[in-house]
């Protein structure tokens, strides 16, 4: 059947642990890790991973980081769903790459908005959201009056929690400032979107490590973009690659605590190309029970900063891949 064949496509496990740093201090995870269908099998499959600011003008940045990653999960779901039909590989990028962007930070804030509404901020909230920037690279949401959402929009046209983003409440949405990175694969190609800091490495049946999208320059020194900044859109990065030209065996998404924990980026790089061996010969449920422990370690002898890792993996990579192996 072709339900039966699509369930086997591809699959996914992935682990999200709270930093050593953050153990002592108190401080809740700021990262999160979703996936699309739930069951972690099947096309279209999506996996998104969110990394909130953390420092105290974001003081709700774990919650922006799970918004980030519920939204991102469902939207691009959606898109890749609503593509199956058609043909145009073309159209396809075209939309994903002038669409998808905008309409995922337009469904952030609005997550955001409804969020805000149901809870609202603490005296000790509204005066964190005074200080600097901190490590977000964009300006100040008040420092422009251009959408930050699509270009050409009419301002009558704007979701709500974009007006207020011009209004008196307009540093609200700051508080929850979180960095996104997402991957979805369908029959007929992947898809790679990012925004902020993190890594997104892609291993070929051979054991060949790259990244699929171009590098930020920008993102340095713990600097990073972010959904709460202005022209949030703009500042993703997106990657739209065929099948069966380009299709990996695996498909790594991090947060940056992953790869701050090791001393250059050839060990981290080195690690896409283990976990490929250790999928081969154990499989990948095995190799998802045993995240949890591996990213704790690392957080503990590395960065110390949460550290979250999802691994897609293409059915044709081995024998031992078994649908019910789902992590988190």
């Known amino acids: 059947m072709a339900g039966e064949k699509q369930t086997l496509q591809w699959q996914v496990v992935g682990q999200s642990v709270r930093g050593a740093s953050h ?34 003008r974001y003081s709700r940045s774990h919650i922006g980081a799970s918004l980030a990653v519920e939204t991102a999960a469902r939207l ?5 769903a609503g593509q199956a039909d058609e043909v145009n590989l073309s159209l396809i990028k075209r939309a994903a790459e002038e669409w998808l962007p905008g309409a995922l930070v337009r469904a952030w ?24 920037n901190g490590r977000v690279l964009a300006p100040d949401p008040e420092a422009s009056e251009e959408s930050s959402l699509a270009s050409g929009s009419e301002p009558n046209s704007e979701p709500s929690s974009e007006r207020s983003i011009k209004s008196g409440a307009s540093k609200l949405p700051i508080a929850y400032g979180a960095t996104i990175l997402a991957a979805g694969v369908a029959e007929t190609f992947v898809l790679y979107l990012q925004l902020g800091d993190g890594e997104i490495l892609t291993v070929t049946g051979s054991g060949e490590v790259s990244k699929p999208l171009a590098r930020d320059d920008r993102l340095f020194a713990n600097e990073t973009t972010s959904l709460c900044a202005r022209d949030a859109w703009r500042d993703f990065r997106v990657s739209f690659q065929p099948i069966p030209t380009t299709q990996p065996a695996l498909i790594l998404l991090s947060t940056d605590g992953y790869p701050n924990s090791f001393r250059d980026e050839s060990g981290f790089l ?42 897609l ?8 891949l078994d649908p019910e192996a789902v992590s988190l």
């Open 313 to 320: 993996c293409s059915a044709s990579t081995h024998h031992k």
């Open 109 to 132: 804030l609005e997550a955001v908005d409804e969020h805000i509404k149901a809870n609202p901020f603490s005296r000790a909230e509204l005066d964190a959201l005074g200080g600097s």
């Open 23 to 56: 153990e002592r201090s108190g401080m809740p995870n700021q990262d999160a890790i979703r996936w699309l269908p739930e069951s972690g099998a099947g096309s279209p499959l999506v996996l998104a991973v969110a990394d909130g600011h953390g420092s105290a």
């Open 270 to 311: 080195k690690v896409g190309s283990d976990l490929l061996e250790m999928i081969y010969e154990d499989g990948l449920g095995e190799v998802g029970d045993r995240l949890a422990g591996w990213l704790t370690d690392s957080t503990n002898a590395g960065s110390g900063d949460d550290v979250t890792l999802g691994i």
């Open 76 to 80: 691009i779901h959606e898109f890749l």
